[in-house]
């Protein structure tokens, strides 16, 4: 099992930054791919941005593209995601997921096995 634990979440003004964290932890923890995901009220789940388990293949949504970044740092089992120029479109719950040990990094949310609770960013305009 893994277990993903996200913090950074918060209220900003449109044009402002934040930095979303997520912490994994568990046994089976190795050679995992990685995404954020996010959800507004009303919609459904979706794909913000990926990340393999070396950090050698990058996907990003269109809507994110340019301005967050994804990161991570194995050595201490984190993955961060870099959010500038936020839009009040950005306002959603977001999502830490980690796939299979050795599954490949995808952008579609079926194809994620462990998720975290999620944390709030709120944009206001």
């Known amino acids: 099992q893994v277990q993903l634990v996200e913090s950074g979440g918060g209220l900003v003004q449109a044009g402002g930054s934040l930095r979303l964290s997520c912490a994994a932890s568990g046994r089976t923890f190795s050679n995992n791919a990685m995404g954020w995901f996010r959800q507004a009220p009303g919609k459904e789940r979706e794909f913000v941005a990926a990340i393999s388990w070396g950090s050698g293949t990058i996907y990003y949504a269109d809507s994110v593209k340019g301005r967050f970044t994804i990161f991570r740092d194995n050595a201490k089992n984190m993955m961060f995601l870099q959010m500038n120029t936020l839009k009040p479109e950005d306002t959603a719950v977001y999502y830490c997921?980690?796939?299979?040990?050795?599954?490949?990094?995808?952008?579609?949310?079926?194809?994620?096995?462990?998720w975290g609770q999620g944390t709030q960013v709120t944009v206001s305009s």
């Open positions: 997921a980690a796939r299979r040990p050795s599954a490949v990094v995808v952008t579609t949310v079926s194809a994620y096995d462990y």
